[in-house]
């Protein structure tokens, strides 16, 4: 088991150390290690819990109910190819793989996509 979580860990490092900017992992239902763990692996910010970003940004694992009239937006994760959710709007960006061809996104063009919705 040790050399397993060893293994998994390495590769996590080596994604992270790929990736260009600040890792933020907010955790899911999938993500049952501690903190330290993903920290170790290479993120510079982990949280359980939903984060608010320059006051407007709220990311999140799972989509966030946000009304028309709310001043935020919702980053989130979670639903993968589940049509129920639009892959962003004028108050949310989906940002699971399946919706993002599995390649990084930058910060400032999921703050474009959004800024330039009209729906």
Known sequence: MVIFLYTICKKTTEICN?????????????????EKYYYDCGFDKVSEYPIILDEFWMVSHKPLYLNKNMPYANIYGHVHGNEMYVDYSKHSFCACVERINYTPISWDEIKKTISNCDR
């Open 18 to 34: 790929k990736l260009k900017g600040t890792k933020i992992l907010i955790m899911g239902n999938h993500d049952d290690n501690l």
